[in-house]
């Protein structure tokens, strides 16, 4: 009797070990935070902290925004930043019916353990050069929404979303010390945002939508960026630029909605003319005061990046990012631009456990 049981007790013990351990999923680490992406970064590597020569210098490097020379403007440019694996759960979630839950429950399990990632966002900006100062003002609206699946026996979904309204202003001019140029940037940004967790019942139940809703909560804040960059004098044969930046100073307290957190990134840009190609490289380290409290590791803060510009309407790009190859290229027609990277994000908690791979594309329509 004692021997069965002990069998018994055995088996019990076993069977929930196997449950607890079918809830762990990889890692509880989540993606850095960032305000926001440009396509032609992440191409690079998502290093841009001393090239910063386009508009995306309003949130990698102020300082850059000194290179514009004309009228550049973008009335309308949405962008869709989109991970493979949520690819495919909106594929198969079209042959289900999303008001039952138990096929909600059997489509989550097939994702147990996958990063989901969906960003939409836009950025219509003005930029013009007042005397030898580059001024830029542009405006974002965008909505990110991340999540992880999770636990076999009764699927949840672990959901952080985050929706901004902004408006952002800068200004980037040399100074009398040759080579030398710094900027500066200022933005409010309204947010709303939640942290929860979701069953299958929960999304299959009809009043879903207005639930998230309802658990978002919202605030919003002001906060300022600065940077610099500096060209070496003493290296001719390739130009050397240097670029430092520190955004979101003070942090962004935005009320009851996830903060904003200051961020300082230091990086390198070389850049050479070969006949009519324009080659760049650039490597960037960010976050070198390790602000950002998801992790300390090195590896994920570390980023690099190629760029080939040829003398017609093409543009190549390459580069690491946290370890993992990125790929991107534009096509510039003048009125309209198009711009594609694919890369992939780390979402464990060191660079090489667990990769998001993700596709970025923007039109821009301006001149």
């Known amino acids: 009797m004692k021997s069965t049981l002990f069998r018994n007790s055995a088996v019990i013990v076993a069977v929930f070990t196997l449950l607890a351990l ?17 396509v032609r970064p992440i191409g690079m590597g998502g290093a841009f902290t001393a090239l910063a020569d386009d508009e ?11 290179a514009i020379q004309r009228l550049d403007l973008a009335v309308l440019n949405p962008m869709v930043d989109v991970s493979k694996k949520s690819i495919d759960l909106y594929n198969d979630s079209r042959d289900i019916d ?22 939409a966002s836009l950025f219509p900006y003005a930029g013009f050069r007042a005397a030898s100062t580059g001024i830029m003002i542009g405006g974002l609206a965008q909505a990110t929404l991340d999540a992880d699946i999770r636990n076999p026996a009764w699927p949840e979904a672990d959901v952080d979303y985050v929706q901004d309204l902004g408006l952002l202003a800068g200004f980037g001019l040399p ?32 009043g879903f939508s207005d639930r998230f809703e309802d658990d978002q909560k919202s605030g919003s804040g002001f906060s300022a960026d600065l940077g610099a960059i500096y060209t070496l004098p003493f290296i001719h044969f390739i130009k050397t630029d240097i670029g430092v930046s520190v955004l979101n100073l003070p942090q962004m307290d935005m009320g009851d ?24 490289g650039t490597i960037d380290y960010l976050d070198f005061t ?25 543009s190549i790009r390459g580069g690491v990012n946290q370890g993992y190859f990125t790929a991107g290229a534009s096509a510039d027609f003048r009125l309209v631009r198009l711009d594609f990277a694919a890369y992939s994000e780390e979402v464990g908690a060191y660079a090489g ?10 039109i821009t329509i301006g001149w």
């Open 22 to 38: 079918a809830q762990i999923t990889p890692c509880n680490a989540k993606p850095y935070p960032v305000l926001y992406r440009g």
């Open 56 to 66: 995306n210098a309003l949130f990698y490097n102020p300082a850059g925004l000194s």
């Open 98 to 119: 999303t008001d039952n839950e138990g096929q909600v429950a059997d489509l989550m399990r097939k994702y147990i353990g996958e990063h989901q990632h969906l960003q």
């Open 175 to 206: 100074l009398p010390i040759k080579g030398l140029r710094i900027g500066a940037a200022a933005k409010w940004i309204q947010r709303k945002s939640l942290e929860q967790v979701y069953t299958a019942a929960d999304i299959a139940d009809n």
């Open 257 to 280: 909605a996830k903060d904003i957190k200051t961020q300082a990134n230091v990086g390198l840009c070389l850049e050479k003319m070969l006949a009519n190609f324009r080659l760049v």
């Open 290 to 314: 390790q602000a950002l409290e998801e992790d300390k590791d090195v590896g994920k803060r570390l980023h690099m990046g190629l760029e080939l510009k040829t003398p017609w309407f093409i």
């Open 353 to 362: 456990q667990r990769s998001d791979q993700r596709y970025i594309a923007q």
